[in-house]
């Protein structure tokens, strides 16, 4: 019966996570979300003043969205402490940028956000290179390197001062090291890899830009894990069902041809006689101690 209770409870959470979606923003595989926010990064990115000649297009990646919607759940307005270790948030690149914008979750679209970055564009001057106030966010939205986004949007009950808050994330591959200038000033696409071609001002490449779908990866330290069956799950749970019934039935052709196999004599103890030896053995215990 156990078994059945893990049914119960795996179907229960099954029941919840599913639940736990009902908000009104959206799930961080929607696809128009997915395009809005991609199709602005590269607008943006292709748009740059001065003029870039060498920032790359960038797609969408699953994993680094899935990231960013882990840990969104904590509801902290903090750089993901695990982006600088080995193989924690993506599987296949390390050295993963991060961008956050937190504010009240009736009034997030990912455009607003996006675009509160790039107005940090302000405090940035290309130059001489230098920041007067808070531009990393900016410097991160233009980096040259960078061609794979992920983004996710949480609501939390409370993040600092805001109630009903959202946070929006958006996760870049390869990250931005923020150390120099985010891209070259010169014509557009004049200084892409050989192999690029161009794509709305930015560099593009088949196989860069290749859409890779992890299916049944996700951060291990995600908190609650979502429940994903992979191939090994659903033959672990059609092995389960396959015990479950078999066992039944042996039980019930056991107890059908043996009716009387557990009626035998030695096999009954009355609770009398139980106590009685364990008197018994208590008052031998204790003569030998003596
Ligand atoms: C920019 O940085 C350079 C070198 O780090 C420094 O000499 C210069 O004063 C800075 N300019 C401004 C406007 O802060
Ligand atoms: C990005 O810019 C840096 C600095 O100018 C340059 O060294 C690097 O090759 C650029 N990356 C690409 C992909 O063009």
């Given at each position: 019966m156990s078994i059945l209770n893990l049914w119960l409870y795996e179907f229960w959470l099954l029941i919840l996570s599913s639940g736990l979606?009902?908000?009104f923003l959206p799930a961080e595989e929607d696809v128009d979300f997915i395009n809005e926010y991609v199709n602005l990064h590269n607008e943006l990115r292709g748009n740059v003043l001065p003029p870039g000649s060498n920032l790359r297009f960038m797609t969408w990646d699953v994993a680094l969205s899935r990231t960013a919607r882990a840990w969104g759940?904590?509801?902290?307005?903090?750089?993901?402490?695990?982006?600088?270790?080995?193989n924690m948030v993506h599987p296949k690149y390390n050295g993963i940028g991060e961008n956050i914008w937190v504010g009240p979750e009736n009034e997030f679209t990912a455009s607003i956000a996006i675009r509160n970055w790039h107005a940090e564009k302000d405090n940035y001057d290309y130059e001489n290179g230098?920041?007067?106030?808070?531009?990393s966010h900016y410097l991160q939205l233009v980096?040259?390197?960078?061609y794979k986004v992920g983004c996710a949007v949480t609501p939390c009950s409370r993040i600092g001062h805001i109630k009903h808050a959202a946070i929006f994330i958006c996760n870049y591959a390869?990250?931005?090291?923020?150390?120099?200038?985010?891209y070259n000033k010169g014509?557009?696409?004049?200084?892409?890899?050989?192999a690029d071609t161009c794509t709305d001002y930015l560099c593009s490449n088949a196989d860069r830009d290749e859409v890779i779908y992890?299916?049944?990866?996700?951060?291990?330290?995600?908190?609650?894990?979502p429940l994903i069956c992979n191939p090994v799950c659903i033959l672990t749970f059609i092995l389960r069902l396959l015990c479950f019934i078999l066992s039944t039935t042996v039980v019930v052709l056991v107890q059908k041809h043996f009716?009387?196999?557990?009626?035998?004599?030695?096999?009954y103890f009355t609770p009398d006689e139980l106590e009685e030896s364990k008197d018994r053995k208590l008052k031998e215990e204790k003569m030998q101690k003596v």
């Open positions: 979606n009902a908000s759940k904590k509801c902290l307005f903090k750089t993901n402490s695990y982006l600088d270790e080995l230098n920041c007067t106030s808070e531009c980096w040259n390197n960078s390869p990250g931005g090291t923020l150390r120099r200038r985010p014509l557009f696409c004049s200084e892409c890899g050989s992890y299916r049944y990866w996700y951060p291990t330290w995600e908190k609650p894990r009716p009387n196999i557990l009626v035998e004599q030695e096999m």
